[in-house]
């Protein structure tokens, strides 16, 4: 009895020391499967994914911020290099009138025909106004299709009626103007020529189709504004 005991002892103990062996083993076969390291791919993988997507929406935002920063300067250099332009209106001392408006040496002439506008800034006190007056009205006369003339009386407060007996003496056939407006188109106008404020009278400016062709300070002779009318309008 007592061997039998001490067998079954030794069969129970023989028993659990292969079941702890063989618990030992299973767990040993089974670690594996938790794939430690593959999870930790998988994880650097997800990150480097995330870096890669916040890396990118940054140069999104950086290419975003920086297109917006060079439409903002180009709207400012636009902005800035717009100059406004001023509308005048010219009236004769019949009171006909033109408007004008200035822009970048550009003039446009409203309810005028002819493409070439020839602007005479004078005052009835200035002799070599005076004497410049018959041979534009002589140019006024050949290109009478084809060419404008307009007398702009500037720093000269004279009465339309004082005018018009002015116009008769020196046989005065082109528009004049004595609006309050002058002096101030006058200014404008010598501004965008870039000339001195205290400039020389008469003053003579030719435009051909609203632009800028040249001018003259002082009285010049009839022949050189006689020539520069013809080349302007060979262009």
């Not at 297109?67 to 717009?82: D, G, N, R």
């Not at 009236?91 to 506008?117: E, G, L, P, R, Y």
């Not at 084809?146 to 407060?157: P, W």
Request: charged residues 25%; contains cysteine.
């Amino acid at each position: 009895m007592k061997e039998i005991r001490s067998f079954l002892l030794s069969t129970l103990l023989l028993c659990f020391t292969l079941f702890s062996f063989t618990g030992c083993e299973d767990k040993k076969v089974q670690d594996p499967l938790i794939a430690v390291e593959n999870t930790t791919e998988i994880f650097t993988q997800k990150d480097k994914d995330q870096q890669e997507e916040k890396h990118e929406r940054l140069e999104a935002q950086k290419k975003l911020e920086i297109s917006e920063t060079k439409k903002e300067t180009i709207s400012e250099e636009i902005s800035e290099s717009q100059t406004p332009t001023d509308t005048f209106t010219l009236s004769d001392i019949q009171h006909n009138k033109h408007t004008v408006t200035i822009s970048n040496q550009k003039m446009a002439f409203h309810n005028i025909d002819q493409s070439i506008v020839i602007i005479n800034f004078f005052s009835t006190w200035c002799s070599p106004c005076r004497a410049e007056i018959p041979y534009l009205s002589d140019l006024q006369k050949k290109y009478k299709k084809k060419v404008f003339i307009a007398g702009i009386l500037i720093n000269d407060a004279q009465s339309n009626d004082t005018l018009k007996q002015f116009m008769s003496k020196y046989h005065t056939n082109y528009f004049i103007s004595n609006s309050k407006h002058n002096d101030i188109f006058a200014s404008k106008a010598v501004k965008e020529l870039q000339l001195p404020e205290n400039f020389s009278i008469p003053l003579t400016v030719i435009y051909k189709d609203g632009n800028y062709y040249t001018h003259y300070e002082g009285a010049v002779p009839v022949e050189m504004i006689d020539h520069d009318i013809q080349e302007a309008l060979k262009k």
